[in-house]
């Protein structure tokens, strides 16, 4: 049974910096392509950021870009989001992804966490 159990959610002022982490169970981690999502009431889920499995290569949204950074422990079936400058427009709901290992990071995640919920204020 696959587990993703993302933690690090908080309420934070803008400006301010935070790191999310998400703990994986029931799959092979170093061979998961890991990705954070995020959504707001009344939107569509939208990727954030992902990273490979082979190379941790990476690859983020326009909006955090300069910002988060998405960074994995494969020893400890980690991946993190440190996100720094937060903004008032990055509240959301965080979501942790997994697929088998891919280079494309931007969709089609076959496993998810539960989410966590980052609040910025302004």
């Known amino acids: 049974q696959v587990q993703l159990v993302e933690s690090g959610g908080e309420l934070v002022q803008a400006g301010g910096s935070l790191r999310l982490a998400c703990v994986a169970s029931g799959i092979t981690f170093s061979a998961y392509a890991m990705g954070w999502f995020r959504q707001t009431p009344g939107k569509e889920r939208e990727f954030v950021a992902g990273?490979?499995?082979?190379?941790?290569?990476?690859n983020y949204a326009d909006a955090v870009k300069g910002r988060f950074i998405i960074s994995r422990d494969n020893a400890k079936n980690t991946v993190y989001l440190q996100m720094n400058s937060l903004k008032f427009e990055d509240t959301a709901v965080y979501y942790c992804a997994a697929k088998p290992a891919s280079i494309v990071l931007t969709t089609a995640y076959r496993h998810w966490g539960q989410g966590t919920q980052v609040t910025v204020s302004s």
């Open positions: 990273i490979t499995s082979s190379d941790s290569s990476t």
